[in-house]
């Protein structure tokens, strides 16, 4: 792309599995990538959201999926979302896809408008960080793994959705574990279907859209009650926030704050004892 003030290098790539994609070479503003890409590179609901033939065929079915459980501090969010067929061409208008194609501000701007509209088809199961290491200690107890603890999570708010919509049509959910662990804490009645890439369902994308942002949400009121700014993710930012908020709080802190079975744990407690020592 050229005009009279410059040019900008970019390659333009096209995959079935992530649709278009828009690499910049060299130094690019972030803010006139964004711009680039709306223009270049279709909408979400254009090249994401093509569920399975038969998935077409319902009028209402529910769409799971779940937010913060890769993230090392704040909650493991599950979100179950009621659709309605004639409610898909306002989700595309909307832009819905799957949360992990969509950057913070705007995924909170989408999933307001998603609760403003549809919060009656919404069910929500969100486990803060104390009550997720006791269930998790609770399971593991059992012999049994975190994968059973996400589709415990999942079927609570599966069944918080169908308070208000008892008789969906079907359930449908990312396959993060095998059908085994999955099926028997989901509500019987409605079809089951638990496949890979299932946000291409605009049900679960929906539900992606919420859990990612009620995730955020949560960890910035954590974060506003401990007076450290905590960081999503489980890298080197998450870490430090972390260490700053036992170094303030001490060491108490972490079971209100973070999934304590991450590895991260570890690295923090060897910061805390190296800034200790010193």
């Not at 993060?176 to 638990?194: C, E, H, N, Q, S």
Request: net charge positive.
């Amino acid at each position: 792309l050229q005009d009279q003030s410059g040019s900008i290098a970019l390659n333009f790539y096209f995959s079935k599995k992530k649709g278009h994609t828009t690499v910049f070479a060299g130094k690019v503003p972030k803010s006139l990538q964004q711009k680039l890409r709306l223009l270049l590179e279709p909408g979400p609901a254009e090249n994401r959201i093509s569920p399975m033939k038969d998935e077409q065929e319902f009028g209402t079915w529910i769409g799971c999926d779940e937010g913060g459980k890769g993230a090392f501090a704040g909650s493991l969010v599950a979100v179950a979302f009621v659709t309605e067929k004639h409610m898909i061409p306002d989700l595309l208008k909307i832009g819905v896809a799957d949360s992990k194609t969509i950057t913070g501000k705007k995924l909170k701007t989408m999933a307001r408008e998603l609760m403003n509209r549809y919060r009656k088809n919404v069910g929500i199961m969100e486990l803060k960080p104390e009550t997720y290491n006791r269930l998790y200690d609770d399971f593991k107890t059992q012999g049994k793994s975190l994968n059973h603890l996400l589709a415990w999570t999942h079927g609570k708010a599966v069944e918080n959705a169908m308070k208000v919509f008892p008789e969906p049509e079907a359930i449908v959910l990312d396959q993060f574990a095998y059908p085994g662990v999955i099926k028997p804490r989901m509500p019987k009645g409605p079809k089951l279907i638990i496949r890979t890439k299932a946000e291409d369902n605009i049900g679960v994308a929906a539900a992606s859209v919420i859990a990612g942002a009620w995730y955020l949400g949560s960890l910035e009121k954590l974060s506003e009650e401990i007076g450290v700014k905590l960081m999503p993710g489980a890298g080197k930012t998450a870490d430090e926030a972390v260490v700053e908020a036992v170094k303030k709080h001490g060491a108490d802190v972490l079971d209100r704050i973070v999934k304590r079975h991450f590895k991260n744990t570890v690295k923090v407690c060897r910061k805390i004892s190296g800034i200790w020592s010193d």
